[in-house]
């Protein structure tokens, strides 16, 4: 669960599966306000 300082928005990404191109840039973006995270925590589906 993430709550987004700007925007005051709570919410949980889901990942479901990592593409296999996928790169970690280590940049997030809220989905609401698009605001940037240095992280964000992520579940990540086993
Ligand atoms: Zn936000």
Same mark, same amino acid.
């Given at each position: 669960m993430?709550? #987004?300082?700007?925007c %005051?928005?709570?919410?949980e990404?889901?990942?479901?599966?990592? %593409?296999k *191109?996928?790169? *970690?840039? %280590?940049?997030?973006?809220c989905?609401f #306000?698009g605001?940037?995270f *240095? !992280?964000?925590?992520?579940?990540? !589906?086993?």
């Amino acid at each position: 669960m993430h709550e #987004c300082e700007i925007c %005051g928005n709570v919410f949980e990404i889901e990942w479901i599966a990592k %593409g296999k *191109d996928y790169n *970690d840039f %280590g940049h997030w973006y809220c989905p609401f #306000c698009g605001a940037m995270f *240095d !992280t964000i925590i992520i579940e990540e !589906t086993p």
